[in-house]
């Protein structure tokens, strides 16, 4: 019983420590764009900051279980619903403030860009899947998916690489960022190789 009570209270420490890393540097971030206080391009710094943000909480996604394996701590699983959740918050807000401050909403202008530019059109499939996953995370509905829950979940991994390709095609110049992202994300992937292995023959089955 004392060993429950131990682990619940490091799940627990954990996810308010996530609740503050994540929600903080946003707080502080739009507090600073509201005073501007963020240079000569603040909608750029803050479109930036909000899609780099996201990209890192995918990644951290992909970290917990392995280092959960690796270290037999089991109990930082559960981690993984809260990570996602702010990687799509992040993602939502990459989205918002590229509508509103780049675009001022002008919603004909922003579906052309979907379709006229790649790296947009990758990044909105990316936000679709992830906003999918979002969406089903709610633990009534992951019981009532059964398991085609786990399927849909799988995603996770090509929205990873999804936004990886978008990060590089975004990037006109300074290329070395989102290529030392793209390997991270290559690495992360290596450790699930035998499980992405599986899906793909079972794809190709159906098929």
Known sequence: MKRKIATANKVL?????????AFLPLFNL???????????????????????????????????????????????????????????????????????????????LFFNEIIKRPYITVGMIAFVLLAALAITSVNRLKRKMGKSWQSLHNFSYLITVLVAIHFYWSVKSELISPLFYFILTLIL?????????????????KK
Do not use: C, E
Request: hydrophobic letters at 55%; a positive charge; glycine letters at 4%.
């Open 13 to 21: 420490m954990l996810k308010v420590v996530i609740h503050l890393a």
């Open 30 to 108: 739009y507090t600073l764009a509201f005073n501007d206080l963020l240079g000569a391009d603040p909608v750029q710094r803050v479109i930036h900051f909000t899609g780099i943000g996201a990209f890192n909480l995918l990644l951290l996604t992909l970290t917990v279980s392995p280092l959960a394996k690796k270290f037999k701590q089991g109990y930082i699983l559960p981690v993984r619903r809260l990570l996602g959740l702010y990687a799509f918050s992040y993602a939502f807000m990459h989205i918002l403030n590229f509508l509103a401050f780049d675009l001022q909403f002008a919603w004909s």
């Open 189 to 205: 992937l290596a450790f699930r190789y035998k499980k992405i292995k599986a899906l793909l023959l079972s794809i190709v089955k």
